[in-house]
């Protein structure tokens, strides 16, 4: 099927439709259900900061994602780094496009799946805060970001600078991708649709209750500034092996499986 790019100013947001075919998309789906990965990235309270983080994290995530980076680890699983690796590094080339940003220094922080149904929804977030960042600065309603959020994404957030996210069906409903402060832009996933934005803090996102049926969702997450990614929460034995899951084109990446 023809790809067909669509771009918009506000929110800034660039939309490429059949970026994935729907035989990709069925694959992808079959894999991860058929292998019941889900458990596997469930929240862990030696990886996080304190017990509020991990009730946080732990309530919304769990049994919903699975984290490629932290599957990587595990030197499993190559058929499905075989299909998803190529993927990924063409969402990178189309993502540091659009924005702009050198490839050379623009790196996947983070890769997962994740299944949405009844009755999970996402209000108005950020997937990315700058170190700097300062509410006063900014013009827009943040009362949807409190303070107790605000630690918590100085925590874990700062190296989300770009999202990226392949959507893999369309046979649920709800799950409509919206940003309040660009008059409720409001967009409706398909199959093999790759959607690339900011979630900054000019960018509050959110992620409509599904009302019927699974949505699933590739979504990948980049940093611009690869010295910034930092592996200081995770525990001795851990580091190494995580490292190399980062900085592809640095030729630390061990491919598996080819």
């Known amino acids: 099927m023809q790809r067909k790019e669509i771009i918009y100013n506000f929110p800034k947001l660039k939309i490429i439709e059949n970026f994935l075919s729907p035989e990709e998309c069925n694959w992808f789906i079959q894999y991860v259900e058929k292998q019941d990965l889900w458990k596997f990235s469930n929240a862990k309270k030696e990886y996080l900061a304190d017990g509020k983080d991990f009730e946080l994290v732990a309530k919304q995530w769990d049994n919903r994602k699975i984290d490629f980076n932290k599957l990587y ?3 499993k699983h190559a058929e499905l780094y075989k299909k998803i690796y190529p993927i990924m590094l063409s969402a990178k080339q189309e993502i540091s496009t659009f924005f702009d940003v050198s490839t050379k220094n623009f790196q996947l922080e983070s890769w997962e799946a994740v299944r949405w149904y009844y009755p999970y929804w996402q209000g108005p977030h950020l997937d990315y805060i700058d170190p700097n960042f300062d509410r006063k600065n900014y013009d827009i309603d943040m009362s949807f970001f409190s303070e107790d959020e ?5 925590r ?11 959507y893999m069906n369309e046979d649920f409903e709800g799950g409509e991708l919206y940003f309040p402060h660009h008059n409720n832009f409001e967009l409706k996933p398909k199959p093999g649709m790759l959607v690339m934005f900011s979630g900054h803090a000019e960018n509050p996102h959110g992620i409509k209750q599904i009302t019927k049926g699974t949505r699933y969702v590739h979504t990948t997450f980049w940093c611009k500034d690869p010295k910034r990614l930092s592996i200081a929460k995770f525990p001795v034995g851990y580091i190494e092996n995580y490292n190399s899951q980062y900085f592809e084109n640095y030729g630390y990446l061990n491919k598996y499986w080819e």
């Open 73 to 75: 680890w595990t030197k």
């Open 150 to 154: 605000e630690a918590l994404y100085r």
């Open 156 to 166: 874990h957030c700062t190296t989300k600078h770009m999202t990226g996210m392949i």
